[in-house]
Structures are given as C-alpha cells and as structure tokens.
C-alpha cells in the first residue's frame, strides 16, 4: 500500500498549503523540482572528483573533456516557488571552469538555459530528456572537431506517453505523466551493443522492453551497467569512452553516429583498470559526463587512475 500512502501523505501536505516535501518543490506548469539545499550538498566529496579528475586528464594522453549537467531546477528556476533557495549549480560550475582553466570543460548551462521554454528536463523525472541531451551533444561535439547532425536529421518517434519518474515515486502525486522520445538518425548507422563484456549482442540502444515496467528510463542503454561496448560500421579510427551517470544513457545515441567505437562506463560498478582499458581499446577520445548533484556524490572517481 506504499503508492497509496504516498498519495494520500502528499494530497493532505497539499491541503496545508506545503509545496516542499522531502526536498521536493511542487512547481509551476505541473514541474516536480527535486532540489538540494547548501547544507545538504556534499562540497567535499565535489572538489576532490574535481581534483581526480583534473588529475586523470593532466596525466593523460588523450583528450579529455568534463561534462557536468545542472538539475532541473538549476536551469528552470523560473518554476520553482518564490521562496525555495537551492545551491546554485550554475554558479558552481562557472566556479570550476573559472579555476580549471586547463581542463576541457564542457559548460552547457548557458546553452540549456536558451532553450528553457522547451521540454528539455522531465516534469516528474530528475533526467533531463532526448531533446536536452541533445543540445549539449551539438555543443560537445563542436568542442572536439565533430559537426553535430540537425534535428532535421532524426527521426523523432514517442516511445512512451505515461512515464512517471523517480521524483513522482518520492510523492505519487496525481499529474500529467512525461513523453519519452527517441532519436533515430536517417542517415542510418549500424551497429551492435553488448553489456558488461558478455558475448550476447544487440542492434539497438534502445531497450523496449523497459517500456514496461515502471522503470521507463531504462529504454536508453539497457539503465546502468558497469559497461556497454558499441562498435558502428564508421571507419574513422575515433573510439570514444564515456565515464559517466545515468544521465549520459540518452546521450549516448547521438554520439555513437560519430565514433567507431563507443565505451560507456559507470565507474559504481566498473573495478577494473581505466588506464589499462584505454591502452587496450585504442581510446581516442574521452567524455566524463555526470548530473552535478550526483557527481558530487559518487566516491569513485580515484578509480580512474587505476
């Protein structure tokens, strides 16, 4: 009876008047903001990932760049109630590229809040959506010498219609449910995916049968692996890998239209050696790319130095 009590705890909370619970504000145009307060911030796990970081690309070979994604709430300020006051993930990451100067820093907060107007976050999900990931790619891909294909250049298909997401389950508040969209080149690119270096291959990204459960996010990328593998049928010699969160699940499908190869992996889950793997896999070009809340949460960023 858990869906049952939440909902009935949020409609009484909702009848007092709150519009914060747990942390999460009850925004304008049916938005549910997950936010995270300063005290609540973890500052010191955040600088030293920086510094791992920082550390793993000053020592390496290979280009890296460094992709940290703000929360919804950070970009959509607008929704959130008069009275809320969240840490300022954008102030953060100005803060960051202002003294990493010698890191790739790959901002893209200025470039999500020129399309704020438009569904780049879910409304009930802390992800941001196909359309949002998608404007950062035409930015980091410009940064790395790639020309990022147009929207013209997809078809855009719904894969879902009644996704409800993480920060709906915290409440199970009676709202509109999200669209979940799916971006397929025209031009099309054949390839195979396999998961934590088992023989098993697919040809999609997309995993369908996640549409069925209540997880729905888990259509990008099979959710969270320790490892996924995508070989294209580009011959360019770039093989990317990506380190990343979940947030780089519906990224991913934009980037393997570049790349002969394509590493995705969660470092939560990943034990074995990152400098061993590049050496082995021929890596040429390395994105790290994580939510900044979640970031400054992960305390395994030291394992890429292994």
């Not at 911030?41 to 600088?47: D, M, N, S």
């Not at 009676?174 to 995916?193: E, L, R």
């Not at 947030?247 to 394509?262: G, T």
């Not at 995705?264 to 890596?283: C, H, S």
Request: aromatic fraction near 14%.
């Amino acid at each position: 009876f858990r869906d049952q009590f939440m909902e009935l705890k949020t409609s009484f909370l909702l009848l007092l008047g709150n519009k914060d619970i747990n942390q999460v504000y009850i925004g304008k145009d049916g938005y549910l903001l997950q936010t995270v307060l300063s005290s609540d911030f973890h500052y010191e796990q955040f600088y030293k990932n920086i510094e791992s970081i920082h550390s793993f690309a000053s020592n390496s070979q290979i280009p890296v760049s460094l992709m940290l994604v703000p929360s919804s709430y950070s970009i959509l300020n607008d929704k959130l109630p008069e009275y809320a006051s969240p840490i300022n993930e954008v102030d953060l990451i100005l803060e960051m590229k202002e003294k990493y100067q010698d890191l790739s820093f790959i901002d893209v907060s200025s470039h999500l809040e020129e399309h704020q107007d438009e569904t780049i976050y879910y409304k009930t999900d802390h992800h941001w959506t196909s359309l949002g990931a998608y404007y950062a790619y035409t930015q980091w891909a410009q940064s790395i010498g790639i020309t990022p294909l147009n929207q013209s250049e997809f078809d855009i298909k719904i894969l879902s219609d009644e996704f409800y997401g993480t920060i709906h389950s915290k409440l199970n508040i009676n709202t509109h449910a999200d669209t979940i969209k799916a971006y397929y080149p025209k031009n099309k690119i054949d390839y195979t995916i396999k998961y934590n270096l088992e023989n098993k291959q697919y040809d999609t990204v997309y995993n369908m049968d996640a549409l069925k459960t209540k997880d729905k996010y888990s259509v990008f990328l099979n959710g969270n692996n320790a490892i996924a593998q995508i070989s294209t049928n580009i011959d360019n010699n770039r093989n990317l890998l990506i380190i990343r969160d979940s947030f780089a699940n519906c990224f991913v499908p934009f980037a393997l239209n570049h790349f002969e190869n394509i590493s995705v992996i969660d470092l939560r889950y990943y034990n074995a050696g990152i400098e061993q793997y590049i050496n082995d896999n021929n890596i040429t070009d390395i994105l790290i790319l994580y939510n900044t809340i979640k970031f400054a949460q992960d305390k395994n960023t030291s394992g890429l130095m292994k």
